[in-house]
């Protein structure tokens, strides 16, 4: 079964700017795709309008067979990781992940147990009761990632996750987020403009050019391109 289907999507913003069109593409259960492509080709928005930050300007986005075109972001399922992290710098470890779950009235126990599981994939269990400020940048990427988690989405989008991270811990980075994909087993979109990046963790590539997808396959496929 699709996990996600996108048919015939366009986003155009105020001002006339059309920043992705025609975008047609079904995503399967459990799948990891990379959405590649220069600055400015529509990574973000389509990323946005999965997640529902960004109205869907023409087309249809399905979630499991549900049209949620008009489904709020907090109620489509999703979770989404951002470059910056957004943490709270006031917060715990403990209450930045679990926040999310506290504004939606999950009970106590089971939030402690859904912030402790997380903590123990990301070998963060240490953590909980430090700050943001007493981290390290790869410590609060996985704090970043811990809070998407603990929601146990079936599909999780990510946003450039590494970019602020230096070159060492990028690369550490990733074989831990495709370690992560693993255990989940849950479906992925990752957004990068980084084509090592993109060939080393995707099961399918999307490479966005200009608003449109220019080609879509699996890496090896797209390295052994003519
Ligand atoms: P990418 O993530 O690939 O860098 P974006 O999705 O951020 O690309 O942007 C795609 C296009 O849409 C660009 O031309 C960008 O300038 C434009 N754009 C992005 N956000 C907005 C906005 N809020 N208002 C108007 N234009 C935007
Ligand atoms: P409240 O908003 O009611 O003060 P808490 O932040 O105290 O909620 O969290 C409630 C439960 O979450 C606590 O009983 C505890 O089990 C757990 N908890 C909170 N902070 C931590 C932490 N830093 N480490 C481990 N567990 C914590």
């Known amino acids: ?6 048919k015939n999507i366009k986003k155009v ?6 920043a992705v069109q025609d975008f047609n593409l079904e995503i399967e259960d459990k799948e990891f795709i990379v959405l590649v492509g220069p600055s400015g080709c529509g990574k973000s928005t389509t ?13 249809e986005l399905y979630i499991e067979e549900l049209l949620v075109n008009d489904v709020a972001p907090k109620d489509r399922d999703i979770a989404m990781v951002f470059q ?28 402690n147990r859904r912030v402790r599981e997380a903590a123990k ?6 953590l909980l009761d430090r700050k943001p400020k ?4 790869g410590q609060r990427q996985r704090v970043a990632l811990g809070r998407a988690i603990v929601r146990e ?5 990510m946003d450039e996750p590494l970019s602020n991270l230096d070159a060492k811990l990028r690369v550490l980075m990733r074989t831990e ?31 966005m050019k200009d608003g449109v997808i220019h080609q879509v396959d699996t890496p090896l496929n797209l390295y052994n391109y003519p």
Request: net charge negative; charged share 20%; proline share 3%.
């Open 13 to 18: 913003y105020s001002g006339n700017v059309t």
């Open 47 to 59: 990323l946005r309008m999965i997640a529902g930050l960004e109205e869907i300007t023409e087309g």
């Open 134 to 137: 007493a981290l390290s940048g």
């Open 153 to 157: 989405p079936k599909v999780f989008l």
């Open 84 to 111: 910056n992290y957004a943490l709270y710098p006031h917060m715990t470890v403990y209450d930045n992940m679990a926040f999310g779950l506290k504004l939606r009235k999950t009970p106590k126990t089971e939030i």
């Open 1 to 6: 079964m699709a996990s996600l289907t996108l």
């Open 177 to 207: 987020i495709a370690k992560l994909h693993h255990k989940l087993q849950t479906t992925f979109i990752y957004v990068t403009h980084d084509q090592t990046e993109a060939m080393t963790m995707g099961d399918r590539i999307v490479v």
């Open 121 to 126: 994939i990301l070998d963060i269990e240490e």
